[in-house]
């Protein structure tokens, strides 16, 4: 009996949480979080700096939300009404969840994955996510005006930029560096002087080793091995979880995911739909996790979409109720599903983060 660990922003909801909790409550707070997150993916997979990991951005960014006096119930308020499920996936939950054991493993805020389980029943019990609790904290008056200064500065920064081989300061332009060092400054040492700073060493998000801990502690619960996982992710925080079920010899696949993801994956799923998730989910409990390797040797090809791919599933005894509708209308038949290789791999990030940004928006698409 195969289980699925799927990460939530991307492969069901459409939303960044984070992003639009500062987009719409601070002043400019979307340039803001755009520039927090680079600076993440920098610290993250540039320096790979010690002790931080990819998606702690949503831990940076909660002493600027108190600043602008966002509460939990704030956050709990915001996250139901601008919730918004990917086509399917409100079908596709409750039907991978019949078909074996499910895990939603995500960095995002429990506020905003209780809302998910609220309007799509999914169960609490079988979520992993960033716990916080904002009303612990206070804030002063003085420390409340520093840091919304400080949000102004930060949005005002250019973007943070680097070669594609670069792996610390030394390889970074002379302004990048200026940008990462006042950064350093400020996420390190300004913020971490006051009260709120304490936010920073509560809080751990459940992003990078996070999330591959996650589906080990997961395993526990039902008993079975890394090469029974189905692991769906599409973002740099899913990088190490992809990694560890490949290496296990689970079905690693980047969902509509960018480049790191794809770059982290065995399999890439391109698809504007999320009924596919379901239908392989029936595949490999009736087929095995290596029904999907067979498929495409059969087919002597590392590349499956639109009705060819669901006329190979149907084949395989996919229940026709969870065969993936099939979209022709764009430049590539979708759903399509790659398996990844050196030789494809430019070709699959290209159309992967394509469909990221059409499906999510181009300003969520591009973030890490």
Known sequence: MPQLNIDCEGPITQND???ELCEALIPKGGDF??????????LAD??????????DTLKLILPFLKAFNVTNEKMESFSEETLILLPGAREMLPSVAEIMPTFIISTS???YLEALCR???????????TALDMDRYRLSEADAGTLAGLVSEIAGQPLLSWPEQAEGPADLTLGNRK?????????????????????????NPTGGMEKARAVEDSLLRTGLTLADVFYVGDSITDVQALKLTAEGGGIAMSFNGN???VRAAEWACISSDTTIIAALADLFKSNGMESLDSMFKNAGSDEMAGTRLAGALARRGVEQSLLPPVDTAMELDTPVIYKISVSNMDHIIEKSENMRKNVRGVRVGQLG
């Open 33 to 42: 979080f755009a520039r927090v997150s680079r600076y993440d993916d920098y």
């Open 17 to 19: 949480n984070a992003f």
């Open 46 to 55: 540039v320096e790979k700096r010690k002790g931080y990991k990819a998606g």
């Open 259 to 261: 480049s790191y993801a």
């Open 179 to 203: 940008i990462v060092e006042r950064l350093d400054e400020i996420f390190w040492r300004v913020i971490p002087r006051m009260d709120i700073g304490r936010i920073y060493r509560d809080v």
């Open 119 to 129: 309007i799509s029943g999914f169960p609490e019990d079988h979520v992993y996510c």
């Open 109 to 111: 805020y429990r506020p």
